[in-house]
């Protein structure tokens, strides 16, 4: 077994290709459109489709525009060389950076979190680039 995908629910599927794409650095896979049922989708990653990377699924359910994010999901971790300069580019391609890099609360793991365009939070780790778990470049 292996991880596939995560699903998110999204208000705005351009919006959320967007950021994911333009802020976060991710590629966008391929697309779908599903006139009968009223929903698009679009799947996001660091890959290039390999079957070995998990994606992110972004569920547009046409004519919702917001979600309750509910308490139990609690955010989507990317690993990155420099938390510090990877909220810097954030910053700069308009992201909202919601916890600046710092060691994490009783550790020393340096850590941050984004925001996305939907509210899900995403945290940026700290990590050697050869680690597994690798994400934003």
């Given at each position: 077994m292996r991880l596939l995908h995560?699903?998110?629910r999204v208000g705005n599927l351009q919006r959320s290709i967007d950021f994911y794409t333009k802020?976060?650095?991710?590629?966008?896979?391929r697309t779908s459109e599903n006139p009968e049922y009223k929903y698009s989708l679009a799947f996001i990653g660091y890959g290039n489709g390999n079957p070995d990377q998990a994606e992110i699924e972004l569920t547009y359910n046409w004519g919702t525009e917001s979600y309750e994010l509910g308490t139990a999901?609690?955010?989507i971790?990317?690993?990155?060389?420099?938390a510090y300069a990877a909220c810097e580019k954030i910053k700069a391609a308009g992201g909202n950076v919601t916890r600046e890099?710092?060691?994490v609360k009783g550790g020393t793991t340096v850590i941050a979190f984004v925001t996305d365009p939907d509210g899900y939070k995403v945290e940026l780790i700290q990590r050697d680039e050869?680690?597994?778990g690798g994400g934003l470049r």
């Amino acid at each position: 077994m292996r991880l596939l995908h995560t699903m998110l629910r999204v208000g705005n599927l351009q919006r959320s290709i967007d950021f994911y794409t333009k802020v976060l650095g991710m590629n966008l896979l391929r697309t779908s459109e599903n006139p009968e049922y009223k929903y698009s989708l679009a799947f996001i990653g660091y890959g290039n489709g390999n079957p070995d990377q998990a994606e992110i699924e972004l569920t547009y359910n046409w004519g919702t525009e917001s979600y309750e994010l509910g308490t139990a999901y609690g955010h989507i971790a990317l690993g990155v060389p420099d938390a510090y300069a990877a909220c810097e580019k954030i910053k700069a391609a308009g992201g909202n950076v919601t916890r600046e890099a710092g060691p994490v609360k009783g550790g020393t793991t340096v850590i941050a979190f984004v925001t996305d365009p939907d509210g899900y939070k995403v945290e940026l780790i700290q990590r050697d680039e050869n680690a597994s778990g690798g994400g934003l470049r």
